[in-house]
């Protein structure tokens, strides 16, 4: 089946970039997310692309897809306290109704 | 325009009792999605209701049930509620199914002593 992966931690400067990445499986995903999840909260949509882009961005986020190795990435510019959270990447099946997750990523920023 | 609105936030259950959560999606939103959030599983797909209509089902056993309403609010039910289906239960809003946005809930946090 499917199966999406992240790499549990993350630990960056306030100021610095942070890169996130997510390896996935399954070749005829449709679209490729990126939520934040913040304690006691639910998710939160930052972020998508399709799956025929290669990349996206959106002010202080840029997405990076490679289809062929199957991973994706999200970089945050300029990282603040305030995107200290949980980051979930996540994979929409090509019937789009059924979004797999990765185990998460806990991104601390340090001021 | 209104978010998606789960109540209620916070349950406590004794082991083999049933609970109804229950979801509103945003509005206009056809698609209502169910995902179970724990430590140890992390983030999984329970089932998805389009137009009252389920059309996909995760791999939980037959106690995990829903239903979704002609206003496209949704419900799930749980029943012989046993300590492990203590965790997050998240919905999501869709405006169609295949829709690329899934706009999550604020989540139902389930406790079964």
């Known amino acids: 089946g499917e199966d999406v992966e992240q790499s549990l931690f993350l630990s960056v400067r306030e100021g610095d970039s942070s890169v996130i990445n997510c390896t996935y499986t399954?070749?005829?995903?449709?679209?490729l997310y990126w939520y934040k999840q913040e304690p006691g909260a639910g998710l939160q949509l930052l972020t998508y692309i399709f799956s025929n882009m290669d990349m996206k961005q959106d002010q202080r986020l840029t997405v990076l897809l490679n289809k062929k190795d199957k991973h994706l990435s999200l970089r945050i510019a300029d990282t603040q306290t305030g995107d200290s959270a949980i980051y979930f990447c996540?994979?929409?099946?090509?019937?789009?109704?059924?979004?797999?997750f990765g185990g998460g990523t806990r991104l601390m920023v340090k001021p | 325009k209104a978010g998606v609105t789960q109540t209620p936030r916070y349950l406590i259950k004794t082991r083999g009792q049933q609970v109804t959560l229950s979801c509103s999606p945003i509005?206009?939103?056809?698609?209502v999605s169910w995902y179970q959030q724990t430590p140890g599983q992390g983030l999984q797909f329970l089932f998805e209701y389009f137009s009252e209509t389920q059309r996909n089902k995760g791999n939980f056993p037959g106690r995990f049930s829903g239903r979704q309403f002609s206003n496209s609010r949704s419900e799930m039910n749980v029943s012989t509620l046993e300590l492990g289906d203590s965790a997050l239960y998240l919905c999501?809003?869709?405006?169609?199914?295949?829709?690329?946005?899934?706009?999550f809930g604020q989540g139902t946090r389930l406790t079964v002593v």
């Open positions: 996540a994979e929409m099946d090509n019937a789009g109704n059924m979004l797999t």
């Open positions: 399954d070749s005829s995903s449709t679209y």
């Open positions: 999501a809003s869709s405006p169609a199914t295949g829709n690329t946005e899934a706009f």
């Open positions: 509005s206009g939103h056809r698609s």
